[in-house]
C-alpha cells in the first residue's frame, strides 16, 4: 500500500514552534513580584485599573461582583516590549479565574 502523501499547510502556517522562554526570562523576577504586590495593595480587587479606567475582560466587575485580585495583568501583552512590561498604565489587578480566561483568549 503507497504511503499518503505529506499534508500542506496553509501558506505562512509553521511546523514547530519555539519553545516558551522561562517566566524569569520574560521579565518576572523578583522586581516584578515587589512591583505587583505594590500594586495589588493599591488596587485591591478584580478589574481595578489606575485612572479609573476600564478593566478588560474582568467577568467580575461586568458582572458587579466584589473578588478580590490575585494577579497583575498586562492589558495588552506585552511580548517581550520592556517599555510596555513595566507602563502601570496597561495594568489591571484580576482574579485567577478572570486572568485565566483573558489569557485562554490570547489578550
Not at 478588560?56 to 501583552?77: F, M, N, W, Y
Request: include cysteine; charge should be positive.
Amino acid at each position: 500500500m503507497p504511503d499518503r502523501p505529506p499534508r500542506l499547510l496553509p501558506p505562512g502556517e509553521k511546523t514547530h514552534r519555539l519553545p516558551r522562554k522561562s517566566q524569569r526570562e520574560r521579565g518576572y523576577t523578583t522586581r516584578w513580584e515587589h512591583a505587583a504586590h505594590r500594586f495589588l495593595q493599591r488596587y485591591p480587587l478584580c478589574g481595578d485599573r489606575p485612572g479609573g479606567r476600564a478593566p478588560v475582560l474582568s467577568k467580575c466587575r461586568d458582572e458587579g461582583r466584589i473578588t478580590a485580585a490575585t494577579q497583575v495583568d498586562h492589558v495588552v501583552p506585552h511580548k517581550g516590549d520592556l517599555e510596555l512590561f513595566w507602563n502601570e498604565a496597561n495594568w489591571q489587578s484580576m482574579c485567577d479565574s478572570c486572568h485565566g480566561r483573558k489569557s485562554a483568549k490570547g489578550l
